[in-house]
């Protein structure tokens, strides 16, 4: 991450650097540019050693069972003759599980998270080394690396947060899009709606899905300032007025919502997004691949584009958390665990190891290949000029710990909780963390 507050001309320059990835780095070749094919030994890779070695890699339940890692892995072991055991956790138990672990010297060899110190601090992880370090994007340094150091590998294309939506329920309703603000947005939910539709799916048993309708959608509602001070405990969520609008606003989608949210995953939405049983959810272009696959020709009839819960605002918001790798101090196999990274950094592995997750390369001179949505957003990013941000956290509190969960105080919001009670549980929540990381001012 960033070692800097979030200030307004460093937020400006990361603002411009994303936009020139975006610009750059969205070749349409199927082939990635690499000397050697996947699965065969390379000079990044750990060579065979006399007893083969079985590491353990952890990340969260859904990564685990992603193609591209599996195919990696196996690649890797026909190389090598290591093995490697995945083991998942719940999504929304992950983090903290790997941190106890790596305080109790539980450590795996090395893990999947997302990327940034926010999360797992760099201190508590082995410097990296390898030919793709000098080739990631300095965007992306900007929260992989610290004082010119690699801690963490950026494992996922780069992409864009934003509203899955239906065609035909948005022509259907008369709906135009994007939504370009609030006033829009709450006209467009009642006229679906009008229409027998449920406007937004919210699958809220992954809890993390709440923040969503925040980090996209709410960009705009934290000043540098106001984050600023957040950060050296000079002010609150529930004293800062961008917050408290907000989550007033988030309050008033649920009428368009479904009411068994609380009980749907994202898979379980799948079929009644390409049905027009939903409108739109709120979550990432990634989801294109999961959804193709289960209907190639209803998928046709779904969009992306951008959301927000501004007045007059709207960014097309780039997903720098993706998936990161990164081994722990006390990783029992430390060295074959960095070739193994290194190993996975290679391009045409690293064009495995993402598949069938479309997007621009976070790393120089590898090709990769935009979906039909990414494509679709820069689009609107052309025809409106709207500029391009990170979500709301990566935006303005780049590098300040913000607690066990971050969007729990959303989840507890849109499920009844006292607006001010639940920023102030979360407060208590972060001021905890970081006066045991001995965060600087706490």
């Known amino acids: 991450m960033l070692k800097r507050n979030g200030k307004l001309g460093m937020t400006l320059l990361v603002t411009a650097i994303m936009i020139s990835i975006l610009a750059a780095c969205g070749g349409n070749s199927n082939n990635a540019s690499s000397q050697e094919p996947a699965g065969s030994p390379s000079a990044g890779a750990s060579a065979p050693s006399k007893k083969p070695v079985e590491m353990v890699l952890a990340t969260f339940n859904a990564w685990g069972e992603s193609e591209g890692l599996k195919s990696a892995i196996a690649a890797y072991e026909e190389s090598t003759g290591n093995t490697v055991r995945v083991d998942v956790y719940p999504d929304d138990q992950f983090i903290n599980i790997l941190k106890t672990k790596m305080s109790t010297n539980d450590a795996p060899d090395l893990f999947m998270a997302n990327a940034g110190d926010g999360l797992i601090p760099f201190s508590f992880l082995e410097p990296l080394q390898g030919p793709w370090v000098d080739k990631t994007l300095d965007s992306v340094k900007l929260f992989t690396a610290k004082d010119g150091v690699a801690y963490e590998a950026y494992a996922f294309p780069l992409g864009y947060f934003g509203a899955i939506y239906n065609k035909k329920v948005f022509e259907k309703a008369g709906v135009k899009v994007p939504m370009m603000n609030y006033a829009e947005l709450m006209d467009g939910l009642k006229k679906i709606q009008g229409t027998g539709v449920t406007p937004i799916f919210i699958p809220g048993k992954d809890s993390w899905t709440y923040q969503m309708l925040q980090a996209v959608g709410g960009v705009f509602s934290v000043t540098d300032e106001d984050a600023a001070k957040m950060a050296k405990n000079e002010t609150k969520p529930s004293e800062m007025p961008g917050f408290m609008q907000f989550a007033e606003r988030m309050t ?37 691949d999961d959804l193709a696959k289960l209907d190639a020709e209803k998928v046709k009839d779904l969009g992306f584009m951008p959301f927000t819960m501004d007045d007059s605002k709207i960014s097309a918001v780039v997903n720098l958390s993706g998936r990161a790798l990164g081994v722990p101090l006390n990783s029992k196999h430390k060295q074959e665990a960095k070739d193994l990274v ?59 710990p913000l607690g066990t969960d971050a969007g729990k105080p959303f989840l507890d919001i849109f499920n009844g909780k006292d607006i001010k009670k639940a920023f102030d549980d979360w407060y208590t929540d972060y001021a905890q963390y970081n006066r045991t990381v001995q965060t600087p001012g706490w």
């Open 252 to 288: 008033s989608l649920v009428p368009y919502t479904n009411k068994d949210h609380l009980s749907l995953l994202i898979a379980d939405g799948y079929q009644g997004l390409l049905d027009g049983k939903y409108g739109m959810t709120v979550l990432g272009d990634w989801l294109y």
């Open 342 to 400: 290194n190993y996975l950094m290679e391009p045409d592995h690293f064009n495995l190891l993402v598949k069938p997750v479309q997007g621009a390369a976070p790393y120089k001179d590898y090709n990769t290949e935009k979906s039909v949505w990414q494509q679709e957003m820069d689009g609107y990013i052309a025809q409106t000029g709207m500029p391009v941000t990170l979500d709301v956290i990566r935006q303005h509190f780049p590098t300040f």
